[in-house]
């Protein structure tokens, strides 16, 4: 029973998994905390009204049974500002991938000749242009 939950691990790369998920939260944190700490105080100031993540539109009040107002409202601050730190974190997260996998190199390509009748390339060892067929 262990013996096959062992190879299961193994074989899937559920140990690989697991630390990416666990190393993916922590680099979430510490972006949050970048979005949340350092970028947003910097934007803050030039965005109009100052806390606009409290910003709400309000569309009815009513007097609920225990005889308090209640308020309906739709939360937009909240919202857009976790789209901004949706945005912040996508970034950072793409511009730390980017930095850190490394697109492989592109093969060369393979060695071919120009026909000197018509022009196209064909390759090395060719004796015949597949194109207009004279001979190379």
């Given amino acids: 029973m262990i013996r096959g939950f062992k190879e299961f691990l193994v074989k899937n790369n559920v140990l690989a998994l697991a630390v990416?998920?666990?190393v993916g939260g922590a680099v979430g944190k510490v972006v949050s905390s970048l979005a949340a700490d350092i970028i947003?105080?910097?934007?803050?100031p030039a965005i109009p009204g100052g806390n606009w993540r409290t910003a709400t539109i309000e569309f009815g009040k009513k007097?609920?049974?225990d005889g308090k107002e209640v308020i309906n409202t739709i939360n937009v601050g909240t919202?857009?500002?976790n789209v901004v730190d949706f945005l912040i974190i996508a970034i950072v997260v793409y511009v730390i991938t980017k930095m850190l996998l490394k697109e492989a190199p592109v093969p060369p390509p393979?060695?071919?000749k120009t026909c000197p009748r018509c022009k196209e390339t064909v390759a090395v060892d060719a004796s015949r242009c597949k194109f207009c067929?004279?001979?190379?």
Avoid: R
């Avoid at 947003?40 to 803050?44: A, D, S, V």
């Avoid at 067929?133 to 190379?136: A, C, G, H, R």
């Fill in 110 to 112: 393979p060695p071919s």
């Fill in 133 to 136: 067929t004279s001979d190379l």
């Fill in 20 to 22: 990416a998920v666990i």
């Fill in 63 to 65: 007097i609920g049974a």
């Fill in 79 to 81: 919202f857009f500002g």
């Fill in 40 to 44: 947003m105080p910097l934007i803050g």
